[in-house]
Structure formats: C-alpha cells, structure tokens
T-cell receptor, first 109, second 113 residues
Framework: SQQGEEDPQALSIQEGENATMNCSYKTSINNLQWYRQNSGRGLVHLILIRSNEREKHSGRLRVTLDTSKKSSSLLITASRAADTASYFCAMFGNEKLTFGTGTRLTIIP | DAGVIQSPRHEVTEMGQEVTLRCKPISGHNSLFWYRQTMMRGLELLIYFNNNVPIDDSGMPEDRFSAKMPNASFSTLKIQPSEPRDSAVYFC???FGRGYEQYFGPGTRLTVT
C-alpha cells in the first residue's frame, strides 16, 4: 500500500513555536502534497513538492522531501492559533494519490 | 469561482433508505474525486472521474454504492440501500488531473440510523 504514515499523530505547542510533522511512505512517488483540514471542513491544499525537489517554501511553511528515505516533513514556523488543524500528506505515485493518516496540531495561545 | 459545491451538507436517514449526494466541481477542472472520511479508516478514495468518465472505482465499497457524472459540472454519489456503517463525511474534490492539487468541497456528513 502507498498509504503514508504521519508522525506524530498529535502535537500541541505554544503559539509562536515551530511545528514539525513527518510523513513516511512505501513506494516511489511523482510528487508529495500537504493538506490542512480544519474541524468540520474540507481539506485545503498547502504545497506540492515534486520527486526531483528537495525543499520548498510557501510563506511560513517549509517542506522537505528525501526520496532515499521515503520521507517528507512539514515545518510551520512562528505558529498561530489559526494553524490549529489536522495536516495530511498525500503521495502521488502509480497514478494514485493516497492520503496519510494525519497529524492533529493544536496551538496553545 | 465559488469552489467545489456539495449538497446536502448534512443528511440523516434511516437504514434501507436511498441517499444521493451531489457535487459541482470547479469550472475547468477535468478530474473529480469522491472520498469518504471516518475516524477508523481515515480518508478513502471511492471513485475518480476524468473528463466525466469513471477511471478508477476500485474504492467503491460494494454494489450499494454508485456514482455518475453526466456532465462536466455535476456528479452524484448514490447509496442504495444505506446502512449504519455508511455513516461518514463524504467529500468531493476536483482538479486539473490526478497528480495535481485537489480542491475539496465542504463535505456531506451522512448519518444512517
């Protein structure tokens, strides 16, 4: 299965701190995407990193991809209360996009 | 664009009843996806359409589930007959292709009693 495993399952940090979430997968991919889901809402696309890229930035987000280790990380810097949400990685490979299990991030004001 | 539109937002029905969920994708997107999300199983892809044609329905749980896309701006997911284990949030998403970023609708929370 291509399904990704995310680590940790839940994370609570103080506002202003950085949050790091990790995603591991099993087979080769073309790209890896990160999504955010606020409670009771649909998923929102955050960033896409291709298999030939190692790092990508978007605002306070930084994503890294290590294809040799089959892992990716999402770093949110200077966290805000509004960042409280679940974060999912999604791996695109073999013509399928498969979502990970998610990390529940709570920002404590 | 208003984004992906789903209706209804909430549906409560009794076991055995037919349920129809509706989706309007973003104009210009050629790919449409139906997902189901539960605490136990996470986010599961049910079916994927490309240019209105079902390409991958391997995630459709059983014959009680069916999906159609009669045109580029409308899709339905039907469950007949519904069962309590079908209770979940059902999302529709659209994109420019399978590997591209997907835009999700707000979801339909289905409760089958």
């Amino acid at each position: 299965s291509q399904q990704g495993e995310e680590d940790p399952q839940a994370l609570s940090i103080q506002e202003g701190e950085n949050a790091t979430m990790n995603c591991s997968y099993k087979t080769s991919i073309n790209n890896l995407q990160w999504y955010r889901q606020n409670s009771g809402r649909g998923l929102v696309h955050l960033i896409l990193i291709r298999s030939n890229e190692r790092e990508k930035h978007s605002g306070r987000l930084r994503v890294t991809l290590d294809t040799s280790k089959k892992s990716s990380s999402l770093l949110i810097t200077a966290s805000r209360a509004a960042d409280t949400a679940s974060y999912f990685c999604a791996m695109f490979g073999n013509e399928k996009l498969t979502f990970g299990t998610g990390t529940r991030l709570t920002i404590i004001p | 664009d208003a984004g992906v539109i789903q209706s209804p937002r909430h549906e409560v029905t009794e076991m055995g009843q037919e349920v129809t969920l509706r989706c309007k994708p973003i104009s210009g997107h050629n790919s449409l996806f139906w997902y189901r999300q539960t605490m136990m199983r996470g986010l599961e892809l049910l079916i994927y359409f490309n240019n209105n044609v079902p390409i991958d329905d391997s995630g459709m749980p059983e014959d009680r589930f069916s999906a159609k896309m009669p045109n580029a701006s409308f899709s339905t997911l039907k469950i007949q007959p519904s069962e309590p284990r079908d209770s979940a949030v059902y999302f529709c998403a659209s994109s420019f292709g399978r590997g591209y970023e997907q835009y999700f609708g707000p979801g339909t929370r289905l409760t089958v009693t």
